[in-house]
């Protein structure tokens, strides 16, 4: 970091700021993710920030008023929590590793260091455990109409029947063998810093009745939900169905989206070859049955990133090109219907051919019309609109942000998203979409009250002294992306950027 440097006079003209100590610096607090809520009156942002001993980052929920007011804090523990996801009716939902309150505990737990997924209840009270698998929940979604919730967890691969419940006898067998060892019979065996296995995603439907346990009434029911496990099941683990038995590697590092009936899911699925090669195809899965059906499968493109249409009638996905020694990499947006595709070699319909910018999070319009991304441009990460009949694509925002985590609203009028410049750190915003309200070429972003939106650089940095140093990797803002065109660079041996 940088310290303070004296301006002409031989005064320093700037008040101290986080900027100039290293210390207070990373115990700013950092803004996330993003999700808004059904009715769209409020954002539910993870906010990173320190813990007490200084040793690591702990996560909390804040509530953030779509319209302005002040922000507040939704959820507190030492372990933290995160992915928040909302239920029809405003319910939050959301990952943790905290304890849940009256736990026996002397009763051995599944696992260690697990998350469950908790709910707090949109009418108020305290936050209760939803579904616990005994791996943990790596991640969950939502059908925005209906309700229906999946999970993912890690399961060791012998596991079957009641998947979940044999999960939990095959750990404790393992754990009390003092077993650490991990058999690997075929690739992957690592992804970047950790090796693979011995467990392995897999997805699972939680039962409407295992969440009206933790929050009776949340679907107008009034009595007490009864979860039945099948004889010589496990009553704990009922309310958990498995969809993807025995998936190998199929599903590592792959998102996942329900319709909004919630009667299938998207997601995408990995291809293993025995010499290594892979590729990534696109399958929606029957949640009543479990039965796959493969939407797009090319050996050379990967397809990625499903987004369900709000009216549940088309797919999108990323779809990425393999790098070969004569072709460089490309990332477009390809549309099918709900019930299309399945022919074999079928890459679906590019949306943005041509377009000399990688797509990414993208975010369809309140009416199904248009879909809203985020792409590199000139060390800027701008957000774009393309009309999913024509093809048009229009720039929506041309300040110097990076904006991720695009949110539209229910109405179609705003769009919320996570904007960060060289000078800014990840700040919420609100995007006004109707082009009748300003004379302005591009829509204006106000920021919206949260933890970290008043921190910035100092003032006059960029015009009298050298700015701040901070580590940046491969784009644009504070997150690991490449710096800002206008900053000198140096790169380091692990490939990152330091920008000065």
Request: with cysteine; glycine share 10%.
């Amino acid at each position: 970091m940088s310290a303070d440097t004296p301006a002409e006079g031989g005064r320093a003209t700037n008040p101290s700021t986080p900027l100039r100590d290293l210390g207070e610096f990373v115990a700013v607090p950092r803004v996330g993710a993003l999700r808004l809520s059904p009715e769209g009156s409020w954002l539910a942002a993870t906010v990173q920030t320190l813990s007490p001993d200084a040793k690591k980052y702990l996560t909390s929920i804040w509530r953030i008023d779509t319209r302005g007011g002040p922000a507040r804090r939704l959820t507190r523990s030492a372990e933290g929590e995160g992915s928040p996801r909302f239920l029809p009716d405003g319910s939050l939902l959301f990952t943790s590793k905290r304890p849940e309150p009256g736990a026996d505990k002397a009763r051995p737990e599944p696992g260690a260091d697990v998350s469950s997924l908790w709910l707090l209840p949109s009418a108020g009270g305290e936050a209760r455990v939803a579904a616990g698998p005994p791996g943990g929940v790596a991640g969950a979604e939502v059908a925005r109409d209906a309700g229906a919730i999946a999970v993912t967890s890690p399961v060791l691969p012998a596991a079957e029947g009641n998947s979940a419940a044999d999960d939990v006898r095959r750990r404790q067998e393992r754990n009390d063998a003092g077993i650490t060892a991990i058999l690997h019979e075929s690739a992957p065996v690592r992804f970047w810093d950790h090796d693979l296995g011995p467990d392995q995603l897999r997805i699972f439907a939680v039962d409407q009745d295992q969440v009206l346990r933790a929050d009776i009434g949340w679907a107008g029911r009034d009595e007490e939900p009864a979860v039945a496990a099948e004889p010589g099941e496990s009553a704990e683990f009922a309310g958990l169905r498995d969809l993807t038995p025995e998936p190998g590697r199929a599903l590592d590092g792959q998102a996942f989206e329900l319709t909004p009936d919630g009667t299938s899911l998207v997601t995408g699925w990995w291809q293993w070859k025995p010499a290594g090669e892979s590729h990534s195809e696109l399958v929606m899965i029957d949640v009543a049955s479990g039965k796959r059906r493969v939407l797009l499968s090319v050996p050379e493109f990967d397809f990625s990133q499903p987004r369900v249409s709000p009216d549940g009638r088309f797919i999108t996905c990323q779809r990425e090109t393999h790098t070969t020694a004569e072709r460089p990499p490309d990332l477009t947006l390809v549309m099918l219907d709900i019930n299309g595709s399945g022919a074999s070699g079928d890459s679906g319909r590019d949306l943005l051919p041509g377009l000399d910018r990688w797509p990414q999070e993208p975010a369809w319009s309140h009416d199904s019309r248009s879909l809203y991304f985020a792409a590199d441009d000139s060390g800027r990460r701008p957000v774009f609109r393309v009309d999913v009949e024509t093809g048009e694509v229009t720039r929506v925002t041309g300040d110097d942000g990076a904006y991720t985590e695009l949110n539209v609203a229910p109405d179609g009028r705003y769009l919320y998203a996570l904007r960060a410049t060289v000078a800014t750190p990840p700040t919420p915003v609100r995007i006004d979409l109707d082009p009748t309200t300003t004379d302005a070429t591009w829509a204006e972003p106000a920021a919206l009250e949260c933890p970290a939106s008043r921190l910035r650089c100092p003032d006059g940095w960029r015009r009298s002294r050298p700015a701040p140093r901070t580590v940046s990797g491969s784009g644009p803002g504070w997150s690991c992306r490449k710096p800002h065109p206008r900053a000198a660079r140096h790169r380091c041996c692990s490939g990152c950027t330091a920008a000065r």
